[in-house]
């Protein structure tokens, strides 16, 4: 008998194809099974099929999908939904998913290559610049640290 957990290894080994054909199958037994659609999503975005992916990652939150695997999908989904030019609806989804994991900084991240699409430009530089700010393990950012969140949103800014 087969199961997800044997999909996702599949998918894992770089055997996409042999993956969906066996989350297909699952699906007709459980198809009100979220983490089944959020794998049959994700499986869709390794083979590079996105239009297919996103009513799949949608079905998946639809259903309540929990756990990890909730802000997986929705990352799953705004940045798929990125790559289609449906940069709208990829900032409105950016956006809530940063209202619920503030924590999750991979949001903001991602939420700054939608913004940088819709020429959002300086807002875009602002969260990836206070990111490195705040993350950096590197000694030379981490020592100009305090320097590069300050510039962060004065970019614009001449200093005469």
Same mark, same amino acid.
């Given at each position: 008998?087969?199961?997800?957990?044997?999909?996702?290894?599949?998918?894992?080994?770089?055997?996409?194809?042999?993956?969906?054909?066996?989350?297909?199958?699952?699906?007709?037994?459980?198809?009100?099974?979220?983490?089944?659609?959020?794998?049959?999503?994700?499986?869709?975005?390794?083979?590079?099929?996105?239009?297919?992916?996103?009513?799949?990652?949608?079905?998946?939150?639809?259903?309540? !999908?929990?756990?990890? *695997?909730?802000?997986?999908?929705?990352? $799953?989904?705004? =940045?798929?939904? /990125?790559?289609? &030019?449906? @940069? +709208?609806?990829?900032?409105?989804?950016?956006?809530?998913?940063?209202?619920?994991?503030?924590?999750?900084?991979?949001?903001?991240?991602?939420?700054?290559?939608?913004?940088?699409?819709?020429?959002?430009?300086?807002?875009?530089?602002?969260?990836? !610049?206070?990111?490195? *700010?705040?993350?950096?393990?590197?000694? $030379?950012?981490? =020592?100009?640290? /305090?320097?590069? &969140?300050? @510039? +962060?949103?004065?970019?614009?800014?001449?200093?005469?």
């Amino acid at each position: 008998m087969m199961n997800m957990q044997e999909a996702v290894a599949l998918r894992e080994q770089g055997r996409p194809e042999e993956a969906r054909a066996m989350l297909a199958e699952l699906l007709k037994q459980e198809p009100g099974n979220p983490d089944l659609w959020y794998q049959y999503a994700w499986v869709h975005d390794v083979m590079e099929l996105e239009r297919e992916a996103v009513p799949h990652y949608k079905r998946a939150l639809e259903l309540g !999908l929990a756990g990890e *695997a909730r802000p997986g999908a929705m990352l $799953g989904l705004g =940045s798929t939904l /990125r790559t289609l &030019g449906r @940069y +709208a609806e990829a900032r409105a989804l950016f956006e809530y998913a940063i209202r619920e994991y503030p924590e999750r900084r991979e949001f903001e991240t991602f939420y700054a290559m939608v913004l940088y699409n819709l020429n959002d430009h300086a807002a875009a530089m602002h969260i990836l !610049l206070r990111q490195l *700010a705040d993350t950096s393990r590197d000694e $030379g950012i981490q =020592s100009y640290g /305090r320097a590069i &969140g300050f @510039y +962060a949103d004065q970019l614009d800014r001449i200093w005469a």
